[in-house]
């Protein structure tokens, strides 16, 4: 099992930077790709950016360009993934969630984060 918790998140004006965090804990060799979702009142959850083990991120167009994706998973015991978002705007509002993907196994999320960004 995979468990996941997030930290980060907050209000802040828009133009912006927040960062937050994602840290596993568990069966970390089986993690194959982490990321966010993130949605906003009355939304659909909405993919914002991913990265696999390998190194390979992908990220919505909305957020291209102002949110980079990173991991730390040099040592064996860890494995956290970072979302730096840069330049915010208030489309950017929303609960953020971390989440795991396990090679053969259903995807895991965390807790959730609020992110709010004002105009």
């Known amino acids: 099992q995979v468990q996941l918790v997030e930290s980060g998140g907050g209000l802040v004006q828009s133009g912006g930077s927040l960062r937050l965090s994602c840290a596993a804990s568990?069966?970390?060799?089986?993690?194959?790709?982490m990321g966010w979702h993130r949605q906003a009142p009355g939304e659909e959850r909405e993919l914002v950016a991913q990265m696999t083990r390998d190194d390979l991120a992908t990220y919505r167009d909305s957020v291209k360009g102002r949110f980079t994706i990173s991991k730390d998973n040099a040592k064996s015991t860890e494995y956290t993934m970072y979302l730096q978002m840069d330049n915010l705007k208030p489309e950017d509002t929303g609960l953020y969630y971390c989440?795991?993907?396990?090679?053969?196994?259903?995807?895991?999320w965390g807790q959730g984060t609020q992110v709010t960004v004002s105009s």
């Open positions: 568990g069966r970390l060799f089986s993690i194959y790709a």
């Open positions: 989440f795991a993907f396990p090679t053969g196994s259903s995807y895991v």
